[in-house]
Each structure stands twice: as structure tokens, then as C-alpha cells.
């Protein structure tokens, strides 16, 4: 199973992204939560957003009202709707896919990551 993420790029202060993230393999996508992770330069990973499997979703105080995720389990992918952007979103932003079987099993993905720097 492979998670690769798109959309990633240079934007404006104000603009917008749109980053994907799609699983590719034999994956029962919709059982999975999904989250999208960012990490800048010298500071730590932070979770900005997650969306469940029955599509609830969490969002950093940051980000609330800016950004939004969003998943398609028929084209087995997680998007993130980035709006308002700040030169403070700059980072690698990177997709995780968590799902633990009732067995206790636990499966748990990334993707490789998509750099959105936020710049005039």
C-alpha cells in the first residue's frame, strides 16, 4: 500500500492549495481515520487536521475556519482544501491513513510529503 500526495506548491499570502493524497493497493480505505500532519523548518510535526471514518473531523486552532479536509473512499483519497493561506503554513505537509483491526492488529501509512511554502 502507497499513500502519494499532490498539490502541493508556492502561493501568496491569501491564496489557496489544494493537497491530495491517494492510496494505492489493497486497502479498505474506508475504514481508515485520516489525518494530515505538517512540519517546518526547526519547529515539530503538528496534526492540522483529521477526518474519521464516518466523517468527523478535527482541525488546529490555526487552521479552523481556513482549511478543510474532506475524504472520496471510492477514489480512495484524502484531500485538504487549504484557503487564506499565512506565510506560518509553510511547511512539508504529509498524509497518515491509522486503522486498527479488531484483532489488534494495527496498520498504519504515510505518504512521502508535499511542500506548500506560503510566500511574496
Known amino acids: 500500500v502507497q499513500f502519494v500526495e499532490s498539490g502541493g506548491g508556492l502561493v501568496q499570502p491569501g491564496g489557496s492549495l489544494r493537497l491530495s493524497c491517494a492510496a494505492s493497493?489493497?486497502?479498505?480505505?474506508?475504514?481508515?481515520?485520516l489525518r494530515w500532519y505538517r512540519e517546518a523548518p526547526g519547529k515539530q510535526r503538528e496534526l492540522v487536521a483529521s477526518?474519521?471514518?464516518?466523517?468527523?473531523?478535527d482541525y488546529l486552532n490555526s487552521v479552523k475556519g481556513r482549511f478543510t479536509i474532506s475524504r472520496d473512499n471510492a477514489k480512495n483519497t484524502v484531500y485538504l482544501q487549504m484557503n487564506s493561506l499565512k506565510p506560518e503554513d509553510t511547511a512539508v505537509y504529509t498524509c497518515?491513513?491509522?486503522?486498527?483491526?479488531?484483532?489488534?492488529?494495527?496498520?498504519?501509512?504515510w505518504g512521502q510529503g508535499t511542500q506548500v511554502t506560503v510566500s511574496s
Open positions: 477526518i474519521s471514518s464516518d466523517q468527523n473531523t
Open positions: 497518515n491513513a491509522d486503522y486498527t483491526w479488531p484483532s489488534g492488529v494495527r496498520r498504519n501509512y
Open positions: 493497493g489493497s486497502i479498505l480505505f474506508s475504514r481508515y481515520a
